[in-house]
């Protein structure tokens, strides 16, 4: 019989990087839903935003910009809802390629561009700070692809406390990086 204290999931749990990872789940599934949502509060700008990256043929931009926030929603709800693989998974990849768009920019020397980072009221330019963020959060993914045991309320009580923390970690960077980037910040150096 198995232990009633224990809430099943399926995925890594009753470790500590189980609750690492269930943690980041749901601090990267709160950032997916915050992206989403402002997203799709402004999908009329979202187009140019993919298109300044100058990545994507023309033709590929309008459904990529029609796409992106659906998927990103999803991601959230998965991740929030326990931190499937298969949401794990699409975060880690969505992750990556926003990494590697923003590197690639970054290379190319177009820092100015807004990264597109979901807040269009703190916009950021590029850098390597945003895409080591992104590089981090997909880190803390990783866990939720492996299999492992149950988590106990414990567990899942510890997971959302770090969860929430790392979503406000993540905004408060988001903040002072626009902050620095802003017209006072220069104003004054």
């Known amino acids: ?32 839903l915050q992206a989403a949502l402002a997203k799709l509060r402004h999908r009329e700008i979202l187009s140019g935003v993919i298109a300044n990256y100058r990545l994507l043929p023309a033709a590929v931009v309008g459904p990529a910009a029609m796409l992106l926030a659906p998927v990103e929603l999803a991601v959230a709800i998965g991740l929030l809802l326990g931190g499937q693989a298969l949401a794990a998974a699409v975060a880690i990849m969505l992750l990556l390629i926003f990494a ?55 567990d899942l009580a510890i997971a959302l406390a770090g969860g929430l923390a790392v979503f ?6 988001n903040a002072i990086g626009a902050l620095a980037a802003s017209p006072l910040a220069a104003s004054r150096r």
């Not at 232990?3 to 997916?32: E, K, N, P, Q, R």
């Open 1 to 32: 019989m198995a232990d009633s204290s224990a809430l099943t999931l399926a995925a890594i749990g009753g470790t500590g990087i189980g609750v690492l990872g269930l943690a980041g789940a749901m601090g990267v599934g709160l950032v997916f």
């Open 100 to 154: 590697a768009a923003m590197g690639i920019n970054i290379t190319r020397g177009r820092r100015e561009i807004d990264c597109g980072c979901g807040r269009s009221q703190l916009r950021q330019p590029l850098s390597w700070l945003l895409v080591t963020r992104n590089l981090l959060l997909a880190a803390l993914l990783v866990p939720r692809l492996l299999p492992g045991a149950a988590f106990t309320y414990a």
């Open 168 to 173: 406000v970690i993540v905004q408060l960077f």
